[in-house]
């Protein structure tokens, strides 16, 4: 039977601002990258975001980045590796901490923002993140097919999560769109579902340009905070159903 796992980033209310509903998405994915604090997200929201995936089976995972609230994390930061290192490590250790309060735990790690996007090619940064991993332990990670951190977690014998997104426009050299670029975001319900029936049933995603790329991912993230999120994802899940498809954590 085909699967995919459905991952959402959640956990980033902050000062009571919420930037996603995350009681419906926790409703329907099957892992949670709850933010730790220092891109979005304070101690009291994050718990309860955690204890929410906690009674709804959904698998919680550190959404870790860069120490810039005011930037919600979209801002390249120029980072002494050991510093990055043990801002991962911190991260995953307070999430941690919470989730274990609530009778749960942290099973695998994904950077945030422009983090994530980074040590997709930033040789240093993606050691330093992978350096925090594995202070904190052995945990799986979640990155995008093709990038230098994939790399090197493999060439470390760590478990990689590959990831596909299911509202973000693809280059042809497989990284994503810009934000500032035409086409970054899917904004189409039917686009959105076709991309993620897309990503189970062959493992590959269509570019902007029309071309196909190969990402062969176990993960599609769906973002929470887009407007009409909730709405798309029931669509998204109703659509895997249909077609036999399992949602079903990797982590």
Do not use: W
Request: charge should be negative; charged fraction near 15%; glycine fraction near 10%.
């Amino acid at each position: 039977m085909l699967s995919i796992d459905l991952n959402a980033d959640l956990g980033e209310t902050t000062a009571g601002n919420p930037v996603a509903d995350d009681a419906a998405m926790l409703s329907l994915v099957s892992s949670a990258n709850v933010a730790c604090g220092f891109h979005a997200g304070d101690p009291h929201t994050i718990a309860a975001t955690v204890a929410q995936a906690g009674q709804e089976n959904v698998t919680i995972g550190a959404h870790v980045g860069y120490n810039d609230a005011p930037g919600f994390g979209r801002r390249f930061i120029d980072y002494a590796p050991a510093e990055l290192a043990d801002e991962v490590l911190y991260q995953i250790g307070a999430l941690s901490a919470l989730a274990a309060a609530h009778g749960t735990k942290v099973s695998y790690v994904k950077p945030h923002g422009a983090l994530y996007n980074a040590i997709a090619h930033h040789q240093g940064q993606a050691q330093a993140v992978l350096d925090g991993v594995r202070a904190f332990g052995d945990l799986p990670v979640m990155l995008l097919p093709g990038g230098v951190a994939v790399d090197l977690a493999e060439q470390r014998g760590m478990t990689v999560i590959r990831e596909a997104f299911a509202d973000r426009g693809y280059n042809p050299d497989g990284t994503l769109v810009s934000r500032r670029e035409p086409g970054a975001v899917l904004h189409s319900t039917e686009e959105v579902v076709a991309r993620v029936l897309q990503v189970a049933a062959t493992g590959s995603v269509t570019a902007v340009d029309g071309s196909t790329i190969s990402v062969d991912a176990q993960s599609v993230c769906v973002h929470g905070d887009s407007p009409g999120a909730v709405e798309m994802t029931r669509a998204i899940v109703a659509k895997l159903r249909s077609e036999g498809i399992a949602i079903r954590s990797v982590a």
